[in-house]
T-cell receptor, first 112, second 114 residues
Framework: DSGVTQTPKHLITATGQRVTLRCSPR?????VYWYQQSLDQGLQFLIQ???????AKGNILERFSAQQFPDLHSELNLSSLELGDSALYFC???????????FGPGTRLTVL | GEDVEQSLFLSVREGDSSVINCTYT??????LYWYKQEPGAGLQLLTY?????DMKQDQRLTVLLNKKDKHLSLRIADTQTGDSAIYFC??????????????FGQGTTLQVKP
């Protein structure tokens, strides 16, 4: 158990809908990262937050947004969902701006 | 640019050593990581090496880094069936923006035959 929690574990929804994925980092970690894992793209970095502020952006679509709250948990919002958004979404956390990242169990999103 | 390459599949017999290889392109990488993913599970951090090191050993795991060739390897001694999983190599470099984003390889599926 990495100490990073993610909810829900599975999510099934329809095209055009909006969903919110939630992540709680390990106790004491200030950075939260979001990654997407799909068969065709592999593991792709989406976005990083550090102590409530956006720190780095990767291949994140404009339809996706994230935030980190004062209690350091983070949410990833995916809107206008398309079939191609079906993937495993991982959250990871680290103590500081960089360094060892510990991953949560992931949220499997299926868009029908 | 940022790119990490791994071979896709490796099959070994139980008790043998496994060597999983990885190449990367970013010479400014500061940390290189190995993660393990079992079916239906998240990524487990196995070990990492700082870019100014050549080797790191941690129980059955040995990481070798050749900076000149930008080549990283993970050796698993006495491989067990429980080691069957997908192994990901990842690099990070802080860069000017001081961020820890990871760039992952495609993953190597390790199959351990009894």
């Amino acid at each position: 158990d990495s100490g990073v929690t993610q909810t829900p574990k599975h999510l099934i929804t329809a095209t055009g809908q909006r969903v919110t994925l939630r992540c709680s980092p390990r106790s004491g970690d200030l950075s939260v990262y979001w990654y997407q894992q799909s068969l065709d793209q592999g593991l792709q970095f989406l976005i990083q937050y550090y102590n409530g502020e956006e720190r780095a952006k990767g291949n994140i679509l404009e339809r996706f947004s994230a935030q980190q709250f004062p209690d350091l948990h983070s949410e990833l919002n995916l809107s206008s969902l398309e079939l191609g958004d079906s993937a495993l979404y991982f959250c990871a956390s680290s103590l500081g701006l960089a360094g060892e990242q510990f991953f949560g169990p992931g949220t499997r999103l299926t868009v029908l | 640019g940022e790119d990490v390459e791994q071979s896709l599949f490796l099959s070994v017999r139980e008790g043998d050593s496994s060597v999983i290889n990885c190449t990367y392109t970013d010479s400014s990488s500061t940390y290189l990581y190995w993660y393990k993913q079992e079916p239906g599970a998240g990524l487990q951090l196995l070990t990492y090496i700082f870019s100014n090191m050549d080797m790191k050993q941690d129980q059955r795991l040995t990481v070798l880094l050749n900076k000149k060739d930008k080549h990283l390897s993970l050796r698993i001694a006495d491989t067990q069936t429980g080691d069957s999983a997908i192994y990901f190599c990842a690099e990070s470099h802080r860069g000017s923006s001081n961020t820890g984003k990871l760039i992952f390889g495609q993953g190597t599926t390790l199959q351990v035959k009894p």
